[in-house]
Nanobody, 115 residues
């Protein structure tokens, strides 16, 4: 099991940037898969980006070329760099860790993009 704490959300104008952080309570090198999800009001939670312990990454089509997921093992932190933000990126962003059969979620951080 692992505890996850997200930070870095806020209010930004369209075209701006934010960097979200997900701090884990254990060495993230030992976590096979970490992901960022988001949930907008009235919508289902959707996968945004994935990073594996081997460094492989994957992105939702809606964020490809704008968002970058990365990890810094020394700080047990996964980041989501979000550039060229759009109003439709407004959502609560959640970090998720998958360790075998166990799934852990953070509490979420709000991102609001104004037009």
């Amino acid at each position: 099991q692992v505890q996850l704490v997200e930070s870095g959300g806020g209010l930004v104008q369209a075209g701006g940037s934010l960097r979200l952080s997900c701090a884990a309570s254990r060495n993230i090198f030992s976590i096979p898969v970490m992901e960022w999800y988001r949930q907008a009001p009235g919508k289902q939670r959707e996968l945004v980006a994935t990073i594996t312990s081997a460094g492989s990454t994957n992105y939702a089509d809606s964020v490809k070329g704008r968002f970058t997921i990365s990890s810094f093992n020394a700080k047990n932190t996964v980041y989501l760099q979000m550039n060229s933000l759009k109003p439709e990126d407004t959502a609560v962003y959640y970090c998720k860790a998958v360790i075998g059969p166990y799934i852990n979620w953070g509490q979420g951080t709000q991102v609001t993009v104004s037009s």
